[in-house]
Each structure stands twice: as C-alpha cells, then as structure tokens.
Nanobody, 123 residues
Framework: QVQLVESGGGPVQAGGSLRLSCVFSGGTFNSYAMGWYRQAPGKEREYVASISWSGQSTYYADSVKGRFTISRDDAKNTVYLQMNRLKSEDTAVYYC????????????????WGQGTQVTVSS
C-alpha cells in the first residue's frame, strides 16, 4: 500500500521561502508521476505542480509558475516543492499526491494522498 508523508510546512513571512518534502513508500517510486496540491480554508483542493515518473517533465499552475519548483530524488523516494517569493494567498494545507495519468491536473485523478502539511504566509 502506497503511503505518502509530507513535511516542511510552517509559518513564513511574505516574500520568504519554504521547501516541502514528501516521502513515498509501499511501491516503486520511479513508476509514479507525483504532484503537489493545496487546499485553503473554505476552498476546494487545487492543483499546484506535478512531475513525470522520469522527472523529465514538470508542470505548474499559473499561480505558482516562476515561484515554485517541483523536483524528485528517486534514490530517496522523495518529491520536493521549493516555494519562493511566497504570498499570503499561498496559505493552505499542501498535499502530496501519487498515481495519476500525467500530465493530468485533476484532483479526482489522484489515487494516493498524504496527510498534508500546513503553510501559513503572513503579510
């Protein structure tokens, strides 16, 4: 059974940076496309970024393009989200997702989810 564990969230001031990590277990990591999603209070979960199983292709929501970078380390079974120039509107619970037909951005396509990590950006 695939399990995903996120870490790295916390409070940060606007303009600052955070790096989220998601450790994958229970399957063959380099067989899966991986993604990051977020859910703000009172809103639906939304797509943020994803990376193909090979790591050769990355995709981003327009709202984070140029500020966030997704990457993966297959030796560590880990996917990262480097978040720079954070804004108050980036405040949300960030979730790692696995097993979806890349480059799909649909939340409903994701089979496995982590428990989430809170990111709070203060202005």
């Amino acid at each position: 059974q695939v399990q995903l564990v996120e870490s790295g969230g916390g409070p940060v001031q606007a303009g600052g940076s955070l790096r989220l990590s998601c450790v994958f277990s229970g399957g063959t990591f380099n067989s899966y496309a991986m993604g990051w999603y977020r859910q703000a209070p009172g809103k639906e979960r939304e797509y943020v970024a994803s990376i193909s199983w090979s790591g050769q292709s990355t995709y981003y929501a327009d709202s984070v393009k140029g500020r966030f970078t997704i990457s993966r380390d297959d030796a560590k079974n880990t996917v990262y989200l480097q978040m720079n120039r954070l804004k108050s509107e980036d405040t949300a619970v960030y979730y790692c997702g696995a097993d979806f037909p890349s480059p799909s951005r649909r939340v409903s396509d994701v089979k496995y989810w982590g428990q989430g990590t809170q990111v709070t950006v203060s202005s």
